[in-house]
């Protein structure tokens, strides 16, 4: 039988995806939420990111978990994959962004965006119980010290995070829901295990599961895990039951290609599958099938890397445990267009070691940068050896995050290429004047500063270090806003050009670098966009009476 119609179709259940989920349903929509990965609850989260099968995504070697990493000719992007999205894997950072964001030429004409998202981004804190982290660890000491060095000392602070931290003292105690008037589901205090970007196994984490799609599925939306959307198929005519579009999906964790290939029919879709994700949906759906032939010629045009880079240091000194606290302690200002994070993994999570290589200078093509790094080997051998293999490297390492709000762009389209296995997948190219220009110069300072001080060994990731090309967990840009489907993909309320009732709410749309972790940005925008849709009736609680919206 040939499932309902439904009002709205979900791509995607990160950020930008469980917020229309809730805020539709809570209108009185019914809302499917299709999500390409696994749904996992707390207990089956990786013990450690060795587990990589629930730790990777990556279904052609039947791994099916909540990281993916993909390499495009100019940068590697990680992301998130799994019911929640993002969430489940990013380092639970809430940060405004500086004026700088809401001054981007991309959308400034548009609305006055600051006040417009205040409101938005409140909402957004207040239903992500953003608080201030109240535990530094001994990294964090350091990049104090190295702020105060460099006169910015006044910049550093603890970061706004995501995470319920309980009573002091009783770390890993359940208690009722503290969050939402005991309408929530119940919550334990963090035990600062450094687990956050594995996946919390301690209900200390405040995941989209426990707020926006909490409440989606309270309210009647349904998720779908294991369901990747392929193609959006709009309807020809006047459908009796509304209908606007045919939603193709697949399952990825099929050993098939098709995966059982499904359809559901919409009135409308919100496609939120992350940058990477929707730009390959949508670039697929204008440039391959042909079924959205009137996407703009905007589509993947200005993608960004919040210019950023992730060096490291591994200390060879075994007095200091780097590795305890939650993923990301503090942020301080290293100019007036860099912030400065550090980053940690719990121990025993030395997966990330395997994309770490000898820090060398920046400059020159790969057979030169290799001979650096195959000479730094021959010179520095313990020092190699025990950073790469031996060492207690997650106990022993921080990574740096160095994030920029300078510009900088590239291009993405359909193609293929040596990092696509030579199938159709996503490409990247740089138009004239166009570059991605990381603070590789930045970072190394910085990076050697820190190891300095740790009696450290600086590193950087095997692209950064061989190829020349940046590391980013926040891809953002691809479908711009505009005025017209010339100037952008979607207009000033998310509004996809040509296609009525389509809506992207993801990073794609974010129009400049923040300079700080994007994911309160991008469910401030999410809020704001749902909340000029209309309710079909009026907003409920769990127990079906109707009130006005408190949350």
């Not at 939603?247 to 098709?258: D, G």
């Not at 007095?319 to 305890?324: E, H, I, L, P, R």
Request: net charge positive; with cysteine; hydrophobic share 35%.
């Amino acid at each position: 039988m040939p499932e309902t119609t439904r009002d709205f179709v979900v791509v995607g259940s990160g950020f930008g995806g469980s917020i229309s989920a809730m805020r539709l349903a809570e209108k009185g929509y019914d809302v499917l939420v299709l999500e390409r990965g696994k749904r996992f609850e707390d207990q089956d989260f990786p013990r450690t990111n060795w587990d990589a099968r629930r730790f990777l995504w990556k279904p052609a070697i039947r791994c099916f978990g909540i990281m993916e990493i993909s390499l495009l000719n100019h940068v590697m992007v990680l992301h998130g994959s799994g019911v929640g999205g993002g969430s489940l894997v990013y380092a639970n950072v809430l940060m405004e962004p500086e004026e700088k964001l809401f001054d981007a030429p991309g959308w400034h004409t548009l609305a006055d965006w600051r006040t417009v998202l205040k409101p938005h981004y409140e909402t957004a804190r207040r239903m992500l119980g953003v608080t201030t982290n109240p535990h530094l660890t001994p990294a964090d000491d350091v990049l104090r010290r190295i702020a105060e060095a460099r006169g910015q000392g006044h910049t550093f602070r603890p970061t706004d995070v995501a995470v319920y931290f309980g009573e002091p003292g009783k770390e890993g105690q359940t208690v009722p829901d503290p969050y939402f008037d005991g309408e929530g589901p119940a919550r334990a205090g963090c035990t600062l295990c450094g687990g956050c970007m594995v996946g919390c196994r301690h209900n200390a984490k405040n995941t989209l599961l426990k707020n926006y799609l909490y409440f989606a599925e309270k309210w009647g939306a349904e998720i779908r895990a294991e369901a990747e959307v392929i193609d959006i198929r709009p309807l020809s005519g006047q459908q009796a039951d509304g209908a606007r579009y045919e939603v193709v999906y697949r399952k990825p964790t099929a050993l098939s290609f098709n995966g059982g290939k499904r359809t559901v029919r919409a009135r409308n879709v919100v496609v939120a599958a992350h940058a990477m994700g929707t730009l390959k949906l949508l670039l697929r759906c204008r440039d391959v099938t042909r079924s959205l032939p009137a996407l703009s010629p905007r589509l993947g045009q200005m993608v960004r890397t919040n210019n950023e880079t992730i060096p490291g240091s591994t200390s060879r000194s075994k007095n200091v445990n780097y590795s305890t606290g939650i993923a990301i302690t503090s942020i301080f200002k290293v100019d007036e267009n860099t912030h400065l994070e550090p980053v940690r993994y719990p121990d025993g999570s030395g997966f990330i070691r395997l994309l770490a290589i000898p820090m060398v200078a920046a400059a020159g093509s790969l057979p030169a940068r290799l001979l650096r790094i195959l000479w730094h080997g021959i010179r520095h051998p313990y020092d190699f050896m025990y950073a790469k293999f031996f060492g207690r490297w997650s106990r022993y390492s921080t990574i740096l995050l160095i994030m920029q709000t300078d510009d900088s762009t590239m291009h993405v389209r359909m193609g293929r290429s040596l990092f696509t296995g030579y199938q159709q997948g996503l490409v990247s190219s740089l138009n004239p004047g166009q570059t991605i220009s990381p603070p590789f110069e930045i970072s190394h300072g910085i990076t050697e500063e820190y190891s300095r001080q740790t009696n450290g060994i600086s590193q950087d990731s095997i692209p950064e270090a061989l190829l020349g090309i940046p590391t980013t967990a926040h891809l953002l840009g691809g479908c711009p806003m505009g005025e017209t489907d010339q100037e952008g993909v979607v207009d000033r309320y998310c509004r996809v050009f040509n296609y009525p009732g389509m809506y992207i709410v993801d990073g794609s749309i974010v129009p400049a670098n923040p300079g700080v972790n994007p994911s309160l940005t991008i469910a401030a925008l999410a809020e704001y966009a749902m909340s000029h849709i209309p309710a079909q009736r009026e907003p409920v609680t769990s127990n079906g009476t109707a009130r006005a919206r408190r949350w």
